[in-house]
């Protein structure tokens, strides 16, 4: 069965880094190209991130341009998410999904409090 476990998250202060990690299972991960969904409290999920099956990433969210970078591990089945220079505006759950998207399957998510 598909699952999705992120991990990684925690509380970092303003200009820290954090990586987030995915450990994807339950498909084919070589043959889907990953993403990375941000929700803040009371909002909806925004897609921020996707890298292709050959590890071309690329940031949607345009703060994030020059800081944040999206990576894979083929054979660990993982992805990640390193973020640099974290501002307060970077709070929010992370979670990683495949694409096209796996609506019947999340997982927990992993927060990310970016506070001094």
């Known amino acids: 069965q598909v699952q999705f476990v992120e991990s990684g998250g925690g509380l970092v202060q303003p200009g820290g880094s954090i990586t987030l990690s995915c450990a994807a299972s339950?498909?084919?991960?070589?043959?889907?190209?990953m993403v990375w969904y941000r929700q803040e409290i009371g909002k909806g999920r925004d897609l921020v991130a996707i890298i292709g099956t050959q590890g071309d990433g690329r940031i949607l969210r345009e703060s994030w341009k020059g800081r944040v970078t999206i990576s894979r591990d083929v054979a660990k089945k993982m992805v990640y998410l390193q973020m640099n220079n974290l501002e307060p505006e970077d709070t929010a759950v992370y979670y990683c999904n495949r694409r096209p998207r796996y609506d019947e399957t999340w997982g927990q998510g992993t927060q990310v409090t970016v506070s001094s």
């Open positions: 339950g498909f084919s991960f070589n043959q889907f190209a």
